[in-house]
C-alpha cells in the first residue's frame, strides 16, 4: 500500500508563502506523474498541480493557481513539493499529494493531508 505524508502547511497572511512537502514509501517513484490537491470546507477534493515522471518536464496547474504556486519533485529523495506564494484567503485548504494515476482509476488512498489557512 502506496502511503504520502503531508508537511508544511500552516497559518500565513494573505500574500505570504508557504513551501509545502510530500514524502512517500512508494518502491517505485520516478516514473510516476504526482499531483497536489486540495480540499477546501465543504467542496470535494480538486487538482492543484501535477508533475510528469522522470526529469518532471511536464507541469500542469489549475487556473487559480497559475503563476502563483509551483510544483516540483526530487526523485531521489521520494518527494515532490509545492511552493505557495501569493496566497490567498481562497487557497484555504486541506492540501494532499498522491500518484495522478491512482487518483484516475480511483486507488488512490489518501494521507492526512497538511493543513493551509490564509488569514488576517
Known amino acids: 500500500q502506496v502511503q504520502f505524508v503531508e508537511s508544511g502547511g500552516g497559518l500565513v497572511q494573505p500574500g505570504g508563502s508557504l513551501r509545502l512537502s510530500c514524502a512517500t514509501s512508494?518502491?517505485?517513484?520516478?516514473?510516476?506523474?504526482m499531483a497536489w490537491y486540495r480540499q477546501m470546507p465543504g467542496k470535494q477534493r480538486e487538482l492543484v498541480a501535477d508533475i510528469a515522471g522522470g526529469t518532471g518536464l511536464i507541469i500542469n496547474y489549475a487556473e487559480s493557481v497559475k503563476g502563483r504556486f509551483t510544483i516540483s519533485r526530487d526523485n531521489a529523495k521520494k518527494s515532490v513539493y509545492l511552493q505557495m506564494n501569493s496566497l490567498k484567503p481562497e487557497d484555504t485548504a486541506v492540501y494532499y499529494c498522491?500518484?495522478?494515476?491512482?487518483?484516475?482509476?480511483?486507488?488512490?488512498?489518501w494521507g492526512q493531508g497538511t493543513q493551509v489557512t490564509v488569514s488576517s
Open positions: 512508494a518502491s517505485i517513484f520516478s516514473g510516476y506523474t
Open positions: 498522491n500518484q495522478r494515476s491512482r487518483v484516475v482509476d480511483g486507488s488512490a488512498v
